[in-house]
């Protein structure tokens, strides 16, 4: 499928580093989880927690939508849920892409439940298009209005996951 080069591999990790650094501060004195949503987030969770300069613990979801292709149904499976104990620890849920905002919302919802201290929002990209269910995204990586992006994670139907650039799909 055709594609156009949209975020360069090293604008996104001068971000990352950038994320790293404002994530760091604000928990400084403290030990965060930061969980990560499976698949799409596996190379922006690692570079970013590498890039932490506090301790910090690491876990996963993976929470699947319905339905392959490019949009997301809203009903959300839990595939996998988190393994560390939650209750009174500071969370940061670390997403790839927030669209409808509907995933996110049902994640944030379920972490909730299990009496976290706090649970904070960290997504690279925040895709503001289609967006049904408000969420507050704490710390964001690029704004981008519409598009469907694949690369550093991303995919069309596992596709693509593999490019270090981000691309918007033609
Ligand atoms: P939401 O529930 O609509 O916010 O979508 C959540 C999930 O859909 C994201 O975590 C991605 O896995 C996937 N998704 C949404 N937009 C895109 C995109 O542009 N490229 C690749 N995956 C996307
Ligand atoms: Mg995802």
Do not use: W
């Not at 319905?66 to 560390?84: C, L, M, N, Q, R």
Request: hydrophobic share 40%; net charge negative; proline share 2%.
């Amino acid at each position: 499928m055709a594609r156009e080069i949209l975020i360069a591999h090293q604008d996104i990790l001068q971000r990352v580093e950038e994320l790293a650094r404002e994530i760091s501060a604000d928990y400084a004195g403290r030990e965060p989880i930061l969980i990560g949503i499976l698949n799409g987030v596996v190379f922006f969770f690692a570079d970013l927690v590498m890039r932490m300069t506090i301790p910090c613990k690491i876990d996963f979801i993976r929470a699947a939508s319905y339905g392959s292709g490019k949009t997301s149904s809203g009903a959300v499976k839990f595939i996998k849920d988190v393994e560390i104990p939650v209750e009174g620890q500071d969370l940061l849920i670390v997403e790839d892409i927030v669209d409808t905002g509907l995933t996110l919302d049902q994640i944030v919802r379920s972490l909730r439940e299990k009496d976290a201290a706090s649970t904070r929002i960290c997504a690279l990209i925040d895709k503001k298009e289609r967006r049904e269910q408000a969420v507050t995204i704490d710390y964001c990586g690029f704004e981008v209005e519409q598009g469907f992006l694949v690369g550093y994670g991303l995919d069309y139907d596992e596709q693509y996951r593999n490019l270090p650039d981000i691309y918007v799909l033609k």
